[in-house]
């Protein structure tokens, strides 16, 4: 049976990009136009597996796809760090002085800013999906019309690319999860990465402990994220990402954490895709 992959967007946006490049089998994909339809996907299990963005280099956390991950008990089994390039894709034959409106989503309008303050005549005009815009484009052969999407848009809705990595950071990368309801997965010995939430009170000094237990097991912290607890004041969430070089240093840190903290709780055991 093949594997059907759910993501968020349609073919030619970036979380296409990378279920491509993180799944070497032949797989179905189940293309959903928010988060939490990509969880409901995983959930009714239409989609076996789904990919998700958590975080960028420049823009930070996506905050509510942790909560989404922890509130329906989705499991990371992966992830992928994707070079966000962006790049200004128009029908054939049109040249940038024939363009008057670039239309794309609000981010990539925004981290495209610079580039486009060279070209006043252009309008930019929001949209709700960068591969979508591409798609229309196409399909309506729209002249004077431009896209900002990925290669992948271009090669794939056969548009030309008029100017390629159109952003002004050039260093913008996402790190994107694979998601399923069970995380049975790898086995021990090829996992090196975890992701682990739990909840602290405000007492003094009890997040430098747990910090110091996780120095103390050899785990190297690479992401603590914070969440205020609704309804309980002073009282907070942590999702935290550790990479660690031998699965027992990390199981014995995760049996003394779970002591420690209340509501411990492992999101996912993978391998770390920044190797």
């Keep these: ?86 790049n200004l894709m128009v029908l054939k034959g049109q040249k940038i002085e024939d363009i008057t409106e670039v239309h794309s989503h609000p981010i990539a309008l925004l981290q495209c800013a610079v580039f486009f303050s060279q070209y006043p005549h252009i309008k930019l005009v929001e949209s709700g999906d960068t591969a979508e815009t591409a798609r229309r484009i196409q399909e309506q052969q729209l002249k004077g019309i431009g896209a900002v ?32 309801t069970q995380n049975k997965e790898l086995p021990k010995e090829e996992i090196n990465k975890a992701s682990i939430k739990f909840e602290l009170d405000d007492t003094a000094g009890s997040l430098a402990t747990v910090l110091n237990v996780m120095n103390n097991c050899k785990l190297s912290l690479t992401k603590i994220q914070s969440m205020p607890i609704i309804e309980q004041p002073f009282q907070y969430s942590f999702f935290v990402d550790v990479i660690f070089e031998k699965y027992k240093h990390y199981e014995k840190a995760k049996n003394i954490l779970a002591l420690m903290t209340t509501h411990f709780k492992v999101l996912g055991e993978y391998k770390n895709g920044r190797l």
């Design 1 to 86: 049976m093949e594997t059907k992959i759910a993501i968020q967007g349609i073919k030619g946006s970036f979380h296409h990009q990378v279920a491509q490049e993180y799944f070497n089998q032949e797989y179905d994909m189940d293309e959903c136009m928010s988060f939490d339809d990509v969880v409901k996907s995983l959930l009714e299990s239409k989609a076996q597996k789904g990919v998700m963005a958590l975080e960028n280099s420049i823009a930070g956390s996506i905050i509510p796809n942790y909560a989404l991950i922890d509130r329906n008990n989705l499991h990371i089994i992966g992830e992928h760090y994707l070079d966000i390039h962006m």
């Design 149 to 180: 999407a990925a290669p992948i848009a271009a090669k794939l809705y056969d548009l030309e690319i008029l100017a390629a990595g159109i952003h002004t950071i050039q260093s913008n990368k996402t790190r994107f999860v694979i998601v399923k």
